[in-house]
């Protein structure tokens, strides 16, 4: 009879240690699992570094290639800006001229004007008292309110 208590001892150790060795051995299968899943991921991880690694020659290809057509359109504007500054310095430096000229002609033409005017009225007041209005000109250099006063005045009969 001592044997069978030592059996039924036996057993029920047995019975834990199997019930930990399937669960120990579930815990291994996912663990197994896991490393392989974990072997995917690196080799995935280690395709797109190798892509990435790859690329990185053709984006500083293209940075290149970009900065050099910025340079390019930069320096074309500072050129352009240059002439720019250059057209409006001598557009300033005309208009300050052309001012100038059109006071000028101003000038002379208000200091002119009333001698001329006033001799070409004494002119065609005589004309007019002498009764010889047909003996008025027309001249194409006249502007044209010298020509509608004329007009007017050759109607006066």
Avoid: W
Avoid at 18 to 45: C, H, M, P, Q, T
Avoid at 59 to 71: H, I
């Amino acid at each position: 009879m001592p044997e069978i208590i030592v059996n039924i001892v036996i057993i029920c150790l047995l019975i834990p240690t199997i019930i930990f060795a399937y669960v120990l051995n579930k815990k291994l299968d996912v663990l197994r699992n896991s490393r392989n899943d974990l072997g995917r991921l690196i080799e995935a991880f280690n395709d797109a570094t190798i892509r990435a690694e790859s690329g990185i020659p053709k984006l500083r290809q293209a940075a290149d290639s970009a900065g050099g057509q910025l340079k390019e359109q930069v320096e074309k504007a500072q050129i352009l800006r240059d002439d720019l500054a250059f057209l409006i310095d001598r557009a300033e430096s005309s208009a300050t001229k052309l001012e100038h000229s059109v006071r000028q002609v101003r000038t002379e033409s208000r200091n002119n004007a009333p001698t001329e005017t006033k001799a070409k009225i004494t002119e065609i007041e005589e004309m007019l008292t002498s009764g010889r209005n047909d003996d008025i000109m027309i001249d194409d250099d006249q502007t044209d309110a010298e020509k509608e006063l004329l007009k007017a005045l050759k109607a006066l009969k």
